[in-house]
């Protein structure tokens, strides 16, 4: 079901040459390769660095946004940009791990900054203290190599999608509730867009969720943004990966790409 | 005469009604007729897949024999005897 084209890695080429910029160990500080020493033999210096050249913009620093931010930051993603609008409010801490009472009326945003640079001093952490709207949803994309969608609401979830169509940026996709959650990889010109997978966002607002559930979905959203960045490993294209927390169970539901889509196909006249 | 179709329910449909049944329904039978037969089995279940027209909610991911069907007239995609129909309802929070 998964797709392995998108993934093409020119590393080998280049670690074959001895005085390139890949060389081992030339791009890595000493405190990064102590930092980093349990992931380094998984990835290779090769996939930090990539990790380290990074600029990932995590819009919504809430539910999903939390752990997204906390393991991005943690695995060494050298540029994180955070946009959310909303302050912290008592009744988001059952689930927005970053943040914590006395963040309680902070941006959130701000909020998570600090907690991200405490983490990791090695890291840029850009906050964004705005909602995702059709003004700005373009320079948010500028100059990012991944957009992750942990929003709240599919209005700012399709500009973002529209976004990454329009700057060929990968967008991988997140939603949670109760106990149940999703997530998708959007690669634009090669799968289904955000629009093609859902086309109609959900009737009614049902805030009602298990803390553990935003953590499950959001690291998986996490994995998948390390495994785009360092070039490895299978990404969910195609399939909307459904969890059900209520059985502990993950499924793939496949998605294909509607050539009448309204944002990625000729539904739109362009 | 009567057909078989079987039904794979994910996520919150699938704690209303169940992961994996049979719903019998008259031949011809179309999606909505297999959507009908599956909320009749919860009594919430048809508020959770009808929106307030009658129609099934435009949100819910429905394919039949693994292929997604969309479309304004997806209620009416015709459904045989041993077919599979899945359904998932998206979810919105972040």
């Given at each position: ?179 149940f ?61 459904v969890?059900d927390?209520r ?24 | ?6 039904v794979r329910a994910f996520a919150r449909f699938r704690e209303l009604f169940g992961e994996?049944f ?13 959507v009908?037969?599956v909320g009749?089995s919860n009594?919430n279940g048809?508020?959770e897949l ?7 909610k435009?949100?819910v991911i429905i ?22 129909v899945a359904i998932y309802p998206p979810?919105?929070?972040?």
């Amino acid at each position: 079901m998964f797709q392995d084209d998108y993934i093409v890695s020119t590393l080998p080429a280049c670690t074959e040459i001895p005085g390139m910029i890949w060389e081992k160990g030339l791009m890595l500080s000493k405190r990064e390769r102590e930092r980093y020493s349990r992931q380094l033999p998984l990835i290779g210096e090769e996939g930090q660095e990539r990790l380290h050249d990074a600029s990932v913009c995590v819009a919504g620093a809430g539910g999903l946004g939390s752990p997204v931010l906390l393991y991005l930051a943690a695995a060494g993603v050298g540029h994180l940009r955070l946009v959310d609008p909303d302050r912290v409010e008592r009744s988001n801490l059952n689930r927005q791990v970053l943040h914590a009472e006395p963040d309680i009326s902070r941006f959130k945003v701000e909020s998570a900054a600090d907690k991200l640079r405490a983490l990791n001093p090695e890291i840029t952490i850009e906050a964004l203290p705005v909602a995702v709207n059709s003004g700005n949803v373009s320079g948010l994309a500028a100059g990012m190599d991944l957009l992750l969608d942990a929003l709240d609401n599919y209005e700012a979830r399709y500009l973002l999608n529209r976004a990454a169509l329009d700057r060929g940026i990968p967008l991988v996709h997140a939603a949670v509730n109760g106990f149940f959650g999703q997530m998708t990889t959007i690669v634009p010109g090669e799968t289904a867009c955000l629009q093609c997978a859902l086309p109609h966002p959900p009737e009614g607002v049902d805030a009602s969720i298990i803390g553990v559930t935003a953590g499950i979905i959001g690291l998986l959203q996490a994995l998948e943004a390390i495994k785009i960045l360092i070039r490895e490993g299978e990404l969910a294209k195609n399939v909307l990966v459904v969890w059900d927390g209520r059985c502990g169970r993950l499924d793939q539901i496949p998605l294909v790409r509607d050539p009448a889509c309204m944002a990625c196909g000729a539904g739109d006249g362009s | 005469m009567m057909i078989s179709v079987r039904v794979r329910a994910f996520a919150r449909f699938r704690e209303l009604f169940g992961e994996r049944f049979e719903v019998a329904v008259p031949e011809p039978a179309t999606i909505r007729d297999v959507v009908m037969a599956v909320g009749q089995s919860n009594a919430n279940g048809m508020g959770e897949l009808l929106d307030s027209g009658g129609r099934v909610k435009s949100s819910v991911i429905i394919l039949v024999n693994r292929e997604r069907v969309t479309g304004t007239h997806r209620e009416d995609h015709p459904v045989a005897d041993g077919d599979e129909v899945a359904i998932y309802p998206p979810v919105a929070g972040g």
